[in-house]
């Protein structure tokens, strides 16, 4: 968990040191834009699955990912793969209620992302 925090930090200051180190002239280089976009849809990314599995998942499965009532998903990517976890996360079962229609598609396959790749 401390390695994902890292991450999440990192990013930040990669897009801090990025809109920082911008021009003054108002013109900005397409490709520094496009790089700008792509690490803030990445960190928005992590964040939106953390988000959601704060909101979902952390009664059950611990802030850490450490199991609680259910199983600990700390290395779950190492055990099933992305579209496992979406059949997981949509069906239930062994104690797990389904999050089909309670998750958009959406949001199961950003968690699904997320989660297979706790290795």
Same mark, same amino acid.
């Given at each position: 968990?401390?390695?994902?925090?890292?991450?999440? +930090?990192?990013?930040?200051?990669?897009? !801090? *040191?990025? #809109?920082?180190?911008?021009? &003054?002239?108002?013109?900005?280089?397409?490709? #520094?834009?496009?790089?700008?976009?792509?690490?803030?849809? &990445? +960190?928005?990314?992590? &964040?939106?699955?953390? #988000?959601? /599995?704060?909101?979902?998942?952390?009664?059950?499965?611990?802030?850490?990912? @450490?199991?609680?009532?259910?199983?600990?998903?700390?290395?779950? *990517?190492?055990?099933?793969?992305?579209? $496992?976890?979406? &059949?997981?996360? $949509?069906?239930?079962?062994?104690?797990?209620?389904? /999050?089909?229609?309670?998750?958009?598609?959406? @949001?199961? $396959?950003?968690?699904?992302?997320? +989660?297979? !790749?706790?290795?």
């Amino acid at each position: 968990m401390v390695k994902q925090w890292m991450r999440v +930090l990192a990013g930040c200051i990669v897009i !801090a *040191g990025m #809109t920082a180190c911008g021009s &003054t002239h108002g013109s900005v280089n397409e490709s #520094t834009q496009n790089n700008k976009q792509a690490a803030a849809n &990445t +960190l928005s990314g992590a &964040t939106d699955a953390e #988000t959601l /599995y704060k909101s979902s998942c952390i009664a059950c499965h611990g802030a850490n990912l @450490e199991g609680k009532a259910g199983p600990s998903l700390q290395k779950i *990517g190492s055990k099933l793969g992305k579209e $496992q976890i979406v &059949t997981k996360i $949509q069906n239930g079962g062994g104690g797990m209620p389904s /999050y089909d229609g309670k998750l958009k598609d959406k @949001e199961i $396959q950003l968690l699904s992302e997320w +989660l297979s !790749a706790k290795k």
